[in-house]
């Protein structure tokens, strides 16, 4: 069964022609065409028939390195402690992690209605390629189309029952797979993650201005590794320099949702598959933020 997955996401045929690839409308045909589209398609698909999703976000950045993934982790960890069902659409194929920080070695299965994630300790739902393959340490080689193709059969082709979150771990930069994402999936709105240098921050400007020409509403930016506490006497450090967080957020009009501090036990509870055992009342105001913009 677990051979007949894998070769159903390596072999499915995905279609990357010019219709895919555009949202576009053939202008030619407008003057005989009844919709008010204004010369643009929906290519928005919808999810598995078995699934209901409520809020889907995406969790963003143009850079790596900046922590999309500890921010999507601990973001599912607090909304799954306040009785939200959450799920994680881990779309870093090349590079995935949330399976690891979670402690999830139990692979994805599937019957006719679809595959089906894998579930966290705490029951989170989780779908990511390393549930997929029989090497976790196994690389994955695909070209553009073909990783584009699997993230969009993890929106279509995944049982994720009924959810009231939808967390999609995204990879970095602005390429295929963030392209597909913004166009297959119905996102109830994206955060951007940064950290406190310049050059973060310009390179993070590229991920919001590409949602923003996708009509993808921005929830706010969160800072991480913002600074860290000494252990000694409790004094606040910045390792990156200060922050010119609000200086970002106001040009571009955004809300700070969080300044998350560097803490070393964190990363030992990742390296551990244990990030549910999180102290997450730090990102209190962020969660509530979240929960308040998506009227969850």
Known sequence: MFRWITAFVMNKRIETG??????????????????????????HEPCNSHSTIRKIISVVSGKGG????????????ALNKKGYRVGILDADITGPSIPKVFGVESKAMGTEMG?????????????????????????????????????KQFWTDVVWSDLDVLLIDMPPGTGDVPLTVFQTIPLDGAIVVTTP????????????????????????????????????CGKKLY??????LDQVAEEMGLDILARL??????????????????????????????????EL
């Open 261 to 294: 501090p560097i803490q070393p036990e964190n990363a030992e509870l990742c390296d551990a598959g244990k990030i549910e055992k999180r102290d997450v009342s730090i990102l209190e105001d962020m969660v509530q933020k979240v929960i308040q913009k998506l």
């Open 197 to 232: 240098q310049d050059l973060v921050s310009l390179i993070v400007k590229k991920s919001y201005h590409m949602a923003e020409k996708m009509n993808i509403p921005i929830l706010g930016i969160v800072e991480n590794m913002s600074y860290m506490e000494c252990p000694d």
């Open 66 to 77: 900046v922590g999309k993934s500890m921010v999507t982790s601990s973001l599912a960890v």
């Open 18 to 43: 010019d219709e895919k690839m555009s949202n576009e409308c053939d202008k030619s045909k407008c003057a005989s065409c009844s919709s008010n589209c204004s010369g643009k398609k929906d290519l």
């Open 239 to 244: 390792p990156f320099g200060q922050s010119k």
């Open 115 to 151: 595959m089906f994630p894998s579930y966290t300790n705490e029951g989170i739902s989780i779908m990511s390629v390393n549930l997929l393959l029989e090497d976790e340490d196994a690389p994955v080689v695909w070209r553009g189309p073909m990783i584009a193709g699997a993230v």
